[in-house]
Nanobody
Framework: QVQLVESGGGLVQAGGSLRLSCAAS????????MGWFRQAPGKERVFVAR????????YYTDSVKGRFTISRDNAENTLYLQMNNLKPEDTAVYYC????????????????WGQGTQVTVSS
């Protein structure tokens, strides 16, 4: 089992940047595929990015390609999401997720979740 805690959210103007962090504790962090998801008010939770156990491969939803970068530091048990050129439509609660087997964009395939961190982008 792994416990996840996100941080780094906040209010930023359009065009600005934020870096989200997800601190993990519990079982070996490097065993997990990690992902970022987001949920806007009144909408379902959707996939943003994911990264393999050792960080060798990443995958992004089309709307964030070229603007967001997912990375991980297995020595520090931490997952990151660098978000640049933020847009108002990026406003959402951002969640990190982990799973021992999933390599999908479906939230239902991830077994462990953090509590979320709010990102608000003003126009």
């Amino acid at each position: 089992q792994v416990q996840l805690v996100e941080s780094g959210g906040g209010l930023v103007q359009a065009g600005g940047s934020l870096r989200l962090s997800c601190a993990a504790s519990g079982r070996t962090f490097s065993s997990y595929v990690m992902g970022w998801f987001r949920q806007a008010p009144g909408k379902e939770r959707v996939f943003v990015a994911r990264i393999t156990e050792r960080g060798g491969f990443t995958y992004y939803t089309d709307s964030v390609k070229g603007r967001f970068t997912i990375s991980r530091d297995n020595a520090e048990n931490t997952l990151y999401l660098q978000m640049n050129n933020l847009k108002p439509e990026d406003t959402a609660v951002y969640y990190c997720a982990a799973d021992l087997r999933a390599w999908t964009s479906s939230a239902s395939d991830y077994g462990y979740w953090g509590q979320g961190t709010q990102v608000t982008v003003s126009s």
